[in-house]
């Protein structure tokens, strides 16, 4: 098993920036794919963006495809998020999840078994 935790989430001006994190423990960190993910009030859960194993493989939603930034770093375990150029319809709880089954990076909710807590993101007009 694997515990993430997600950090960094916070009320931003529109325009502005904030880098989220997830922390992961557990089991070897480089053999899960991870992915983040968001669900505004009322909203059903979206993707936002995936990362490989090796952190080659990066896809993006097209909502966010230039302005958002995956990464990770697996000496350290963690997984980030950069955002940037934050609109307000970015508001929204953001989750990290992770699955050790997936090959290369996957957009679906459903094939990860491992998700954070959630960080609240909210980014006023």
């Known amino acids: 098993q694997v515990h993430l935790a997600e950090s960094g989430g916070g009320l931003v001006q529109a325009g502005g920036s904030l880098r989220l994190s997830c922390a992961a423990s557990g089991r070897i960190f480089s053999s899960y794919a991870m992915g983040w993910f968001r669900q505004a009030p009322g909203k059903e859960r979206e993707f936002v963006a995936a990362i490989s194993r090796s952190g080659r493989g990066l896809y993006y939603a097209d909502s966010v495809k230039g302005r958002f930034t995956i990464s990770r770093d697996n000496a350290k375990n963690t997984v980030y998020l950069q955002m940037s150029s934050l609109k307000p319809e970015d508001t929204a709880v953001y989750y990290c999840?992770?699955?050790?089954?997936?090959?290369?990076?996957?957009?679906?909710?459903?094939?990860?078994?491992?998700w954070g807590q959630g960080t609240q993101v909210t980014v006023s007009s």
């Open positions: 999840a992770a699955d050790p089954e997936i090959t290369g990076y996957s957009i679906t909710g459903d094939a990860y078994d491992y």
